[in-house]
């Protein structure tokens, strides 16, 4: 099973895109990944909100194929500990044969369609952060999750 981190928007900080590669390499190790940034939509400003996320989200679900199995990430997604990651980590992994995708919409969510598509919702926090932080946050736990069920000692209880 690949794993696949989908992003709306480019990444456009140096040090988020430095984060990012270092544990992008570091997750490869123990499972294929990859990036796929969607661009963001030209005349953005000219759109209402519905129409944003309705226009983001026919490029979302574009990219997915039926088996993938998809987890959103958002506010209302559940919040889990490091180790509870890595446990569903470990379920999702052994699951449907598709790909493992984790989306990060963009800065008004997602779309009702992308909502019904997905099998799941996770929050990685009730505190708010800029979209591109939450993308080395993200790779960062993903990368805590394999060490976990590795038993290897980069997470400490």
Known sequence: MKIRLMTVGKTDSGWVREGLETYASRISRYAPFSIAEIPELKNASSLSRAQVKEKEGELILGKVTPRDTVILLDEKGKERSSVEFAKEIERLMGGSGGNLVFVIGGAYGFSEPVYARSDGMLSLSRMTFP???????????????????????????
Do not use: D, K, S
């Open 131 to 157: 979209h591109q932080m939450v993308r080395v946050v993200f790779a960062e736990q993903l990368y805590r999750a394999f060490t976990i069920i590795r038993g290897e000692p980069y997470h400490h209880e």
